[in-house]
């Protein structure tokens, strides 16, 4: 089992950054495929980007060149580096873990980019 715990959303102007942080406490992240979603107020929830157990990286193509997912095995933590923030950026991010099919889940904190 694996507790997530996210920091770093915020308000922000558009253009701004933002870094998102999770926390992994339990089994260590190459263990698990880690992951962003977004869901934004009357839509889905929907994967931003991906990191896998090997390390390779995935991004929606809406996020492409813009965001960043990266981990620190040291510390156990997955970061979302967001670049040239949209105000349709604006969402709940949440912090995912899968592992044999069981997935955990963060608490989300909320994005908000101000136009």
């Known amino acids: 089992q694996v507790q997530l715990v996210e920091s770093g959303g915020g308000l922000v102007q558009a253009g701004g950054s933002l870094r998102l942080s999770c926390a992994a406490s339990?089994?260590?992240?190459?263990?698990?495929?880690m992951g962003w979603y977004r869901q934004a107020p009357g839509r889905q929830r929907e994967l931003v980007a991906v990191i896998f157990g090997g390390g390779t990286t995935n991004y929606a193509d809406s996020v492409k060149g813009r965001f960043t997912i990266s981990r620190d095995i040291a510390k156990n933590t997955v970061y979302l580096q967001m670049h040239s923030l949209k105000p349709l950026y604006t969402a709940v991010y949440y912090c995912n873990a899968r592992s044999l099919g069981i997935a955990y889940w963060g608490q989300g904190p909320q994005v908000t980019v101000s136009s």
């Open positions: 339990g089994r260590a992240l190459e263990h698990y495929d």
